[in-house]
């Protein structure tokens, strides 16, 4: 999972920074081309260390938690749509991303992170929270891609939260159906201890309240039976928590059934939102509170004054652009992944600005 965090965790960073992405797969024999590409990105890396005056020693110690990767069969296994690899003498960072990203190399004084805006801008990344008492499961998504979130933290299920309770009270839960929830045990049949669910959906609160620490407030889909969200929004400081769900037990659901549902349920948010701003844009065009000026985006985001920045799709080619993302970051702005329907005279970039 992609925070703000994490992309200011790349900001400032001492050189030679190195970037790389390239598209990976989960299933079947594309997963055997992750290695292949990754061979070859790093060559290129090597070559380029190799033209500005690193000696070989030093090139394999730097490169050596890359080329580790390689050989790891089981890292390939768990992929998304995508990967992002960061190298600098002090910074090893890998993250599985869920959305195509296509292969790029780059070697310079600082990372590039435009192609990971979609995860962090205000257009279309949500979260997918699939909630039961068998299992707990979290899904990043944009409107395109799915991937499941490595849970840390979190209770996995019912019993595994409630595991430190008195033996005695150790039951067998199941979710039987849209609500229906029974217990095996003692007095099987009965409904379960309203007052232990309500603990054990505490507790998953809580964990993913400190998981999505950093990620603003993207929106929150629950997959549960209906019942259990007002629960965990009283229980979860989450400010993204949408107030309708994908309602029954997520449990044997195909995860394409989850995101499709989660999907209608926030487009609208997205799709408002964008409005909005676009015309905020245009209404505010010519009075010196925009810009589509790449340089003057730059300085103006340094300064703090960077309200909104609309980074364009394909926006990965200068340097530049990083540095005014991260600058918008760095100032609490916001970043939106589209300049459709802007009328940008100039650049990848489009600016509403504070004053």
Request: hydrophobic letters at 40%; charged letters at 25%; aromatic letters at 8%.
């Amino acid at each position: 999972m992609v925070t703000t965090d994490d992309l200011l965790s790349l900001d400032g960073v001492a050189g030679p920074c190195v970037s790389l992405y390239l598209p990976t797969h989960r299933y079947g024999p594309d997963v055997r081309q992750g290695p292949v590409v990754l061979r070859n990105q790093l060559a290129e890396v090597r070559r380029g260390l190799e033209g500005s005056g690193w000696r070989r020693p030093d090139i394999d110690d730097f490169l050596e938690p890359l080329n580790g990767l390689v050989s790891q069969d089981e890292f390939w296994q768990y992929q998304g749509a995508g990967l992002a690899l960061f190298r600098a003498p002090d910074l090893d960072a890998t993250h599985r991303l869920p959305l195509d990203v296509d292969e790029h190399v780059d070697i310079g004084d600082s990372f590039r992170v435009a192609p990971l805006v979609p995860l962090v801008s205000g257009d279309g990344a949500f979260f997918i929270l699939a909630l039961s008492q068998n299992e707990v499961r979290l899904f990043e998504a944009t409107r395109q891609r799915i991937g499941e979130v490595e849970l840390t933290g979190v209770p996995r299920s019912m019993d595994e939260a409630l595991a430190h309770e008195d033996p005695e009270r150790q039951l067998q839960f199941r979710s039987a159906g849209q609500g229906a929830v029974q217990f095996h045990g003692h007095g099987a049949g009965d409904e379960v201890d309203k007052a232990r669910l309500e603990r054990y959906i505490r507790a998953v609160a809580t964990g993913i309240d400190e998981r999505l620490r950093g990620s603003g407030d993207r929106p929150l889909v629950l997959a549960s039976v209906a019942y259990y969200l007002p629960i965990f929004k009283a229980a979860s400081s989450y400010r993204g928590i949408v107030d309708d769900l994908v309602e029954g037990s997520p449990d044997g659901r195909p995860v394409e059934d989850l995101h499709r549902d989660a999907w209608q349920l926030v487009e609208s948010t997205f799709t408002g939102e964008r409005d909005r701003l676009v015309a905020r844009y245009r209404v505010a065009a010519g009075t010196g509170l925009t810009s589509a000026d790449l340089d003057e985006i730059v300085d103006r985001a340094t300064e703090g004054r960077v309200e909104t920045l609309f980074v364009a799709p394909d926006a990965h080619d200068d340097r530049r652009v990083d540095q005014a993302i991260l600058a918008t970051l760095r100032t609490n702005g916001r970043l939106w992944n589209t300049t459709e329907s802007l009328d940008r005279t100039a650049g990848p970039l489009a600016a509403l600005l504070r004053y």
